[in-house]
Nanobody, 124 residues
Framework: VQLQASGGGMVQAGGSLRLSCTAS????????MGWFRQAPGKEREFVGG????????YYADSVKGRFTISRDNTKDTVYLQMKSLKPEDTAVYYC??????????????????WGQGTLVTVSS
């Protein structure tokens, strides 16, 4: 699976941004999809995941209520809508695809495929 993420950029604190990740090469609905991020000097962390149908979504506590994950299986695309952004949300954001069963498993499990990352910078 090839994953192409886009939509990163610079935004002021309190602002919004939407990331997209389009998959190719395999049947999109075979995979749960996830978003991760890596801030400068820190380890990559789980942001959230979405089931194959889109019916089940799991978020990290740090973004719950501010970020929304969705997917459009007709476009082979997963989205990360980010609102009320904070400077601590600054990171490179990665989308990922996994053959795991539940989105919550992405919290500790390792995805099978990674996108190239897109930088989000939130200024104070």
């Amino acid at each position: 699976v090839q994953l192409q993420a886009s939509g990163g950029g610079m935004v002021q604190a309190g602002g919004s941004l939407r990331l997209s990740c389009t998959a190719s090469g395999h049947i999109f609905t075979n995979y749960i999809m996830g978003w991760f991020r890596q801030a400068p000097g820190k380890e990559r962390e789980f942001v959230g995941g979405i089931s194959r149908s889109g019916a089940t979504i799991y978020y990290a506590d740090s973004v719950k209520g501010r970020f929304t994950i969705s997917r459009d299986n007709t476009k082979d695309t997963v989205y990360l809508q980010m609102k009320s952004l904070k400077p601590e949300d600054t990171a490179v954001y990665y989308c990922a695809a996994s053959e795991l069963t539940y989105p919550s498993e992405l919290r500790t499990g390792r995805p099978d495929y990674w996108g190239q990352g897109t930088l989000v910078t939130v200024s104070s």
